[in-house]
């Protein structure tokens, strides 16, 4: 009986710690979307290209392929397909995802801020 009365107690004390556990961070596609006023000086939210090129569709996108926006040969060469993992890498450090890129950003530090944007971009079609 002792035995099945630790394994109870241990139960419960399982349950409680689940119950109680910080459940993780979730996406704010709205917060990503007053993150991405920064971004908007050069990209556009659709498929128009400004100084850098426009990033509706973006996820899923192979990089370097939108028509008419001239990208450098690192990018073109990348063979890199945007998906929220690699969009997140490339922007915390663009420069180190994709070495000779030609977007002069220094990078997003802050992972909450990251994980908005790229929540958000993936909200763009």
Not at 52 to 61: D, E, S, V
Request: proline share 6%; hydrophobic share 40%; net charge positive.
């Amino acid at each position: 009986m002792k035995g099945a009365r630790k394994i109870g107690v241990f139960i419960a004390m399982l349950a409680l710690a689940g119950a109680t556990a910080n459940p993780g961070y979730a996406q704010d596609a709205e917060h990503g979307k007053t993150v991405f006023k920064a971004c908007a000086a050069c990209h556009a939210t659709d498929h128009a290209n400004r100084v850098g090129p426009g990033l509706g569709g973006i996820i899923g996108r192979k990089a370097g392929t939108v028509p008419g926006f001239r990208y450098s040969n690192a990018m073109k060469k990348s063979g890199i397909v945007w998906d929220a993992k690699i969009v997140d890498a490339y922007l915390e450090s663009p420069q180190k995802v994709v070495p000779g890129n030609r977007m002069p950003y220094a990078g997003l530090k802050d992972p909450t801020d990251r994980a908005d944007l790229v929540g958000y971009l993936a909200t763009l079609k």
